[in-house]
């Protein structure tokens, strides 16, 4: 029996407490840190050498829904009425609202050091160390919507110009591909600065702090985005039907890009599992 | 891996205005110089010529009162700290820039990269070396689909 991912503005305060407390229980354990680790370790771009998995790559989406699914199976470990809520940012765009209250995430962080101080992950709350880190920071930071240089949440038409388009991802598979929905819903947008910031890209700038870095994965919001953008690719998938996650077959010798990428039927490390058998979840959650 | 061995098959699909994997040196230099004279926040101290190995591009300024420093690598990476402490530069295949604090966008020079970096260190901190490299480690593994 499939389980149900909801919106984040409709949990119950029960639901609230209950994701929390999981999440605050994995961290005690220390396995919220290897998720930590492995987002650091698998984070190649595209300009360096060898096999991307987590991004600038067609399988961006597959490996999401993956670690998202690794998450929720150790949250649901803990408490089995536990699912990983989404943040749709198209409709909860405020600083304060959800999912940024204290008695879920928290809020933003303190001008001086974006220190945050609310909430059951700040620092002085005394459950949430940073360990796994990009830097030498101990407590979790935010920056909501970048005050000292304000940038807007994508909405619900950047959301849209990635869905409408029909191929899921094109060449050269990378971060500088034009075409296909991975990409446009990635975000690394043509253009320098603000302007290449979309979508996913542009959600992570948004909430700034830890949320800028390779260690995105300390701020539990990461989890509530990349339900949002797996939802996206569910309903891309409906809107298309038949469409399939592309590459279909690996790029052949003679391709930038061979041995570089992951095709619809190879492994996607570090599972042992392939981009087709991650296409449907619908056995496992479904999107309430 | 396999890198690149020819021009000819990168180019289509790209946006039109990315130029070629590694950006051009004369660009990234110039980009260097003028982050140099830039007046805001940066505070050159040291000379370009007396940082840098001959013949590479590099910097060393102080810009919101940390040191940055940068040279090339023979292999075409960078070489970049932060008060001495290295900062992890990574390339876009676009031949911008971008670091392990500032992940979601990119910059044309490893200069810019690291100003960005600093943009975002809280006061008194500092960017910290991880000890796990991608691709290699399989914490998760042995899990068959999303059915497992």
């Known amino acids: ?288 | 891996m396999v890198v690149s061995a020819g021009p000819a098959p990168r180019d289509t699909g790209r946006h039109p205005a990315a130029p070629e994997r590694g950006g051009p040196p004369t660009a990234t230099r110039r980009g260097v110089v003028r982050g140099l004279l830039a007046p805001a926040l940066a505070l050159p101290l040291t000379s370009l010529a007396a940082a840098s190995p001959p013949g590479a591009a590099g910097f060393d300024e102080h810009y919101r009162g940390r040191r940055l420093q940068g040279a090339a690598t023979p292999a075409g990476g960078w070489r970049v700290t932060v008060d001495g402490r290295p900062l992890h530069l990574m390339r876009r295949a676009d031949g911008t820039w971008l670091s392990t604090i500032d992940h979601y966008c990119s910059y044309p020079t490893p200069l810019a990269a690291a100003r960005a970096a600093v943009d975002e260190l809280g006061p008194g901190h500092h960017p910290r070396t991880t000890t796990v490299h991608g691709g290699h480690g399989h914490p998760e593994g042995g899990h068959h689909g999303v059915l497992a």
């Open chain 1, 1 to 288: 029996m499939a389980y149900s991912r909801k919106d984040v503005s409709t949990l119950t305060r029960a639901e609230r407490r209950r994701f929390v407390k999981a999440l605050l229980e994995l961290k005690r354990r220390g396995e919220y840190d290897e998720f930590v680790r492995i987002h650091i370790a698998y984070y190649v771009p595209d300009g360096e050498d060898g096999l991307r998995t987590a991004h600038m790559a067609p399988s961006f989406l597959p490996w999401h829904r993956r670690f998202v699914l690794e998450l929720e199976r150790a949250l649901r470990r803990v408490d089995p009425s536990v699912s990983v809520p989404y943040w749709d940012w198209t409709k909860d765009r405020s600083t304060t609202g959800a999912p940024w209250t204290a008695d879920l995430l928290g809020g933003t962080g303190r001008r001086s050091d974006l220190r945050v101080t609310t909430g059951p992950f700040a620092h002085a709350a005394g459950h949430w160390t940073l360990t796994e880190n990009v830097t030498d920071t101990e407590y979790l930071t935010r920056d909501l919507g970048r005050p000292r240089a304000p940038i807007d949440l994508p909405t619900r038409r950047d959301l849209d110009s990635a869905l409408a388009d029909p191929v899921y991802d094109a060449h050269p598979w990378d971060s500088t591909a034009a075409k296909g929905f991975r990409n446009k819903l990635e975000g690394w947008g043509p253009g320098r600065g603000s302007a290449s910031w979309r979508n996913h890209n542009r959600v992570h700038r948004w909430v700034g702090g830890a949320m800028t870095g390779g260690a995105a994965v300390n701020d539990p919001v990461f989890w509530l985005v990349h339900a949002f953008l797996d939802l996206q690719w569910s309903r891309w998938q409906r809107r298309h039907r038949g469409a399939r996650y592309l590459p279909a077959a690996p790029p052949g010798r003679n391709s930038a890009q061979h041995g570089r990428i992951v095709a619809r039927h190879e492994r996607l490390p570090p599972w042992d599992v392939t981009p087709d058998e991650l296409e449907d979840h619908s056995r496992i959650y479904r999107y309430g």
